[in-house]
């Protein structure tokens, strides 16, 4: 049984409360990287926005961190903390679908497996990721690379508003109506500013789509990877596909003998025209000598759960990321040079594509800042053996020191590891100064910190953070209490009632 500690938060919400020691808390407390084993104080099993309302001030109240846990996929652990209070929101992944103004709203718990399914009912999709059991909230708050991406943009370039509790436990919306500050740096800013319980997305007619799968042994890479990327630039929007190097995956059309052996693969799908599909692959399938290749229409959401098989839950994880303006012979030679000693089936780097409809949006129109670039590259290591972590790991770092070389300041949000914090400015790039405001102004304490953390902007010329002027006033009273002189036993404040 849990501690009395909680009890004034149990009265206080719906959602469930669970403590070391109560049944549940085991399976409650794990997230998706096997590698993070933390233990908080308590997960709260959120049912609905009055319970996060609740929880930050009860949180605040005794003084204890708070994380927010959407798809728990985030790959240095931010949906959990030591000794803090985990905000679960796996329960809360409703998606209701209005198919006559295409737009969708999902909770924060929502997976892409979830959103797809309810979405291509109606023959509509938003951009999501590359695997179905990624968070939307955590994808779109990064910034958002899939499939989608060169015809429709980014996950947040898809978002028309958010539903956000901040650090005082106080509940606002944030749409290009109101709140509009809030609005731009959710797209892209990642977690800094509180916790979003629920998004709008703008939708697309995406139904059937012709997907493409070729395989070619990884020492020809080079020259495939070159051929790949005139023919990307080449193709129209309606192109989505990444270059990949792994080891092969013991699927049916890839020659058994090649199974674990270092590949060189291509992905994707064409959302034009089905019947011209197979045209448009047929460069590809000349760019060497395919070892196996499959191609078939399917439902959008089926492309999207294809690898959920080679990215389960409990693999041990460790992934890094760059941006590349053009995908050199250079970074393509260390891709290659690399390849060999990938050590584990799971383990993959990408090299996505981020031109089209993403670089029609101005690097300043929203968080999402690196809007010049062509390439995001991200290496995801990941392997069942936690006996086996310091070679993976040394494995990625060595890799991606060699690629880092060739690459753009900055790397994609969503695929940096707990040891990059101290590039998250540069990956914000333009845009970290107005962030920085922004987190003054709605988070001035920085109460809101498990994430790739933007450190709040100090007031000018004091070097002491605090609230802009139209920050909600109850931010603007605790971060007064917050400040040197007003007093280290100053009351924090305490947790309100539920509605």
Same mark, same amino acid.
């Given at each position: 049984?849990?501690s ?14 669970i ?18 084993? +933390? !233990?908080?104080a308590? &997960? ?5 926005? %009055?319970? /996060?309302? #609740?929880?930050?001030?009860? $949180? ?18 931010f ?12 329960? +809360? !992944?409703?998606?209701? &679908? ?5 737009t %969708?709203? /999902?909770? #924060?718990?929502?997976?892409? $497996? ?23 909230s ?19 370039d898809?978002?028309?508003? #958010?539903?956000?509790?901040? $650090? ?7 749409s ?18 509180g916790?979003?319980?629920s998004l ?16 070619f ?24 596909a ?19 052996r ?15 599909g ?16 499959f ?14 098989g ?5 693999l ?14 250079d ?15 799971h383990?993959?780097n ?54 880092h070389?060739f690459?753009?300041?900055g ?24 962030l920085a ?7 001035p304490?920085?109460?809101?910190h498990?994430?790739q953390?933007i ?9 002491v953070t605090?609230p ?17 002189g007003a ?6 404040p305490?947790?309100a009632?539920?509605?």
């Amino acid at each position: 049984m849990g501690s009395d500690r909680f009890d004034v938060l149990r009265e206080q919400v719906r959602g469930q409360v669970i403590e070391e020691g109560d049944a549940g808390y085991e399976e409650a407390r794990h997230v998706y990287n096997g590698m993070i084993d +933390r !233990r908080p104080a308590a &997960v709260l099993q959120v049912s609905q926005a %009055a319970d /996060v309302m #609740a929880a930050v001030r009860f $949180a605040r109240g005794l003084g204890i961190d708070v994380a927010v846990r959407g798809g728990g996929h985030s790959a240095p652990g931010f949906g959990t903390v030591d000794d803090g209070l985990v905000l679960d929101f796996s329960a +809360r !992944r409703g998606v209701r &679908v209005d198919p006559a103004a295409r737009t %969708a709203r /999902v909770e #924060a718990g929502a997976t892409w $497996a979830d959103y797809n399914h309810a979405t291509h009912a109606f023959g509509l999709a938003s951009t999501g990721g590359i695997v179905g059991t990624t968070g939307v909230s955590g994808l779109t708050l990064g910034g958002g690379i899939g499939y989608l991406a060169r015809k429709y943009g980014l996950s947040c370039d898809n978002l028309i508003g #958010a539903d956000v509790v901040l $650090a005082d436990g106080s509940f606002l919306t944030a749409s290009d109506a109101e709140n509009v500050d809030l609005f731009w740096a959710l797209r892209g800013g990642s977690g800094n500013f509180g916790v979003v319980t629920s998004l709008e997305f703008r939708l697309h007619p995406v139904d059937m789509v012709h997907v493409g799968i070729i395989f070619f042994d990884a020492s020809t890479g080079a020259g495939v990877g070159a051929a790949y990327r005139e023919w990307i630039a080449a193709e129209p929007e309606e192109m989505g596909a990444f270059l990949g190097f792994h080891q092969g995956p013991p699927v049916p059309f890839l020659p058994e003998e090649w199974h674990g052996r270092p590949v060189t693969v291509v992905v994707g799908m064409w959302t034009g025209d089905p019947d011209a599909g197979p045209a448009h692959w047929q460069p590809m399938l000349d760019a060497g000598e395919p070892l196996g290749s499959f191609f078939a229409p399917m439902p959008y959401p089926a492309l999207n759960m294809m690898f959920d098989g080679l990215n389960v839950p409990g693999l041990q994880g460790y992934w890094k990321a760059d941006f590349l303006r053009t995908l050199s012979d250079d970074a393509l030679r260390v891709a290659v040079e690399k390849s060999p000693g990938i050590p584990s089936i799971h383990t993959a780097n990408h090299f996505y594509p981020i031109d089209g409809a993403v670089q029609r949006v101005a690097p300043e129109a929203t968080a999402f800042a690196h809007r010049n670039v062509n390439f995001a590259p991200v290496i995801a290591g990941q392997w069942p053996d936690a006996s086996e972590n310091e070679a993976n790991i040394a494995w990625v770092r060595d890799y991606w020191t060699a690629l880092h070389e060739f690459s753009e300041p900055g790397g994609y949000l969503n695929f940096q590891d707990s040891d990059d914090q101290a590039r998250i400015e540069e990956t914000l790039g333009s845009n970290y100064a107005r962030l920085a405001e922004i987190k003054a102004k709605y988070d001035p304490d920085n109460f809101f910190h498990i994430n790739q953390n933007i450190t709040p902007a100090p007031a000018t010329g004091t070097g002491v953070t605090r609230p802009a002027a139209d920050a909600p006033a109850s931010l603007q009273r605790e971060a007064v209490d917050l400040q040197p002189g007003a007093g280290s036993d100053a009351a924090p404040p305490e947790a309100a009632p539920a509605s």
